[in-house]
């Protein structure tokens, strides 16, 4: 059974910074891709940023590359985005996703945490 809780949401003024985290209660956490979705009202969710199993490989959406980093620490079973330079539009629930090996597809998911940028 995997379980992910995200945390680290919040409010915060716009050209500022934060952390989130998903801890991640699974098998050997290193063996899958994770990444980060969002979804902000009234739109569909997408990804903005993605781990290889190592960690050593990541993409990003190209409304956060440059700003968003995405890290996976495989020793912590954790995986973070720091997300710096904050926009209004970066408003959103978002939520971290383990991808399934079986299907390929991102098949486990954490409950969410909203993040508010204020103007």
């Known amino acids: 059974q995997v379980q992910l809780v995200e945390s680290g949401g919040g409010l915060v003024q716009a050209g500022g910074s934060l952390r989130l985290s998903c801890s991640a209660s699974m098998g050997t956490f290193s063996n899958y891709v994770v990444g980060w979705f969002r979804q902000a009202p009234g739109k569909e969710r997408e990804i903005v940023a993605a781990?290889?199993?190592?960690?050593?490989?990541?993409n990003y959406s190209d409304s956060v590359n440059g700003r968003f980093t995405i890290s996976k620490d495989n020793a912590k079973n954790t995986v973070y985005l720091q997300m710096n330079s904050l926009k209004p539009e970066d408003t959103a629930v978002y939520y971290c996703a383990v991808r399934s090996v079986a299907t390929g597809t991102y098949g486990y998911w954490g409950q969410g945490t909203q993040v508010t940028v204020s103007s």
């Open positions: 781990s290889s199993k190592s960690g050593n490989i990541t």
